[in-house]
């Protein structure tokens, strides 16, 4: 394999900070050509003195995208939150492959990514492990047909919690995540499983699929990482360790592998399990469906109204419940527009803020 050129966005958070360690194991294969970070500045300088990357810097201080991507192979989004979409739009329109682990890109902007990346020529490879288990299960490509793809969850922390229990639980609890290492967003997002109902919306842009093509299901131990159902009934599946080191650098490597992980101990771990996905006790899965299926400004405004109910809930505001009633009150009060531009998609994302702050300050 030829040494691959990469610009990190977003390279001090947990995902950034895993690809470090892919690239700093196989110097001789990776190289980074920018580092940008939002805030940690201090992060941001130390990884700029040890891989000497052309540009690092905070996004704040970007110079201009055509500068940031000018140089590398492959731009690697892993800013979290919707301004990774503008990212992975302006390395689309360099003609860059996106290795994405941003995913609001897909769940607010997937017709406009999905529509440049069309146009311009260019690869997205699924960062997400269960979007990496899909794509091995399909022979690393993206227009291999199937029956049915299927996601598999941890279920989060609360899985087997009670609704009057689930009134009570708190940022801490959710916190002690128990498979997966991962940022506080994302944490409370498996707990409330909003995160796989984005999965299953990034799934339908990935591999064209059906929303009634991806179904997702319990599976407590996260060896299995997801199925893929062919016509003939025959299924699919990728196994490994929880290790989001494997997906990070087969984004980069495919279709060739080099060594990152350790063998599953077949015989040590026994039995796995499978069980179904218990949407009715929490109906963020439920909301991020209907609003996939809406499309348009719906997945953008749902992001938007998360963004602020998680972070109120992060900060002991509101109850873990709050979350989900927050993100529909603020569905009902803004209809559904195209999504034609980043620019609507912003003031979409604007509004769904403001009216998220409004009713749970108010
Ligand atoms: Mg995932």
Redesign the pocket.
């Known amino acids: 394999m030829i040494m691959k050129k990469i610009a990190l966005i977003g390279c001090t958070g947990s995902i950034g900070r895993q690809l470090c360690e892919v690239v700093r194991s196989h110097k001789d294969k990776f190289a980074f050509t920018a580092l940008v970070a939002g805030r940690d500045k201090d992060g941001l300088d130390a990884l700029a003195r040890e891989f000497g990357p052309k540009i690092s810097c905070l996004s704040a201080e970007i110079p201009s995208h055509s500068a940031l991507f000018a140089d590398c192979d492959v731009a690697f989004i892993a800013a979290g939150g919707f301004a990774g979409l503008r990212y992975t739009l302006a390395a689309i329109e360099e003609g860059k492959t996106v290795a994405l682990a941003n995913k609001e890109s897909l769940v607010c902007g997937g017709e406009l990514v999905t529509t440049a990346a069309k146009r311009k020529g260019v690869d997205i490879v699924p960062v997400?492990?269960?979007h990496s288990a899909l794509f091995q299960c399909l022979g690393m490509r993206r227009d291999a047909p199937f029956r049915k793809l299927i996601l598999t969850a941890s279920g989060g922390p609360f899985l087997h919690y009670g609704a009057e229990e689930l009134k009570h639980v708190t940022a801490a609890d959710a916190l002690r995540h128990p498979t997966w290492n991962m940022g506080a967003k994302i944490t409370i997002d498996c707990a409330t499983l909003l995160?796989k109902g984005y999965?299953v919306i990034e799934a339908k842009w990935l591999y064209g699929a059906q929303l009634s093509q991806i179904g997702a299901v319990v599976h407590p131990e996260s060896i299995v990482h997801s199925l893929v159902l062919f016509e003939d009934g025959a299924m699919l599946a990728q196994l490994g360790y929880p290790d989001m080191k494997l997906p990070i650098q087969l984004a980069l490597t495919y279709p060739e592998r080099l060594p990152c992980c350790g063998e599953v101990d077949l015989a040590a771990l026994g039995a796995l399990h499978f069980e179904r996905l218990p949407e009715e006790k929490f109906p963020c899965f439920g909301l991020a469906l209907r609003a996939g299926e809406i499309g348009g400004t719906c997945p953008t405004v749902l992001n938007g109204a998360a963004e602020v109910a998680v972070s109120a809930f992060l900060q002991g505001r509101i109850g873990f419940l709050r979350i989900a009633e927050t993100i529909e009150d603020v569905l009902t009060k803004l209809p559904a527009e195209r999504a034609d531009s980043y620019g609507t998609l912003s003031r979409a994302d604007a509004r769904a803020r403001e009216e998220a702050r409004r009713l749970i300050d108010g």
């Open positions: 997400d492990s269960e995160n999965e």
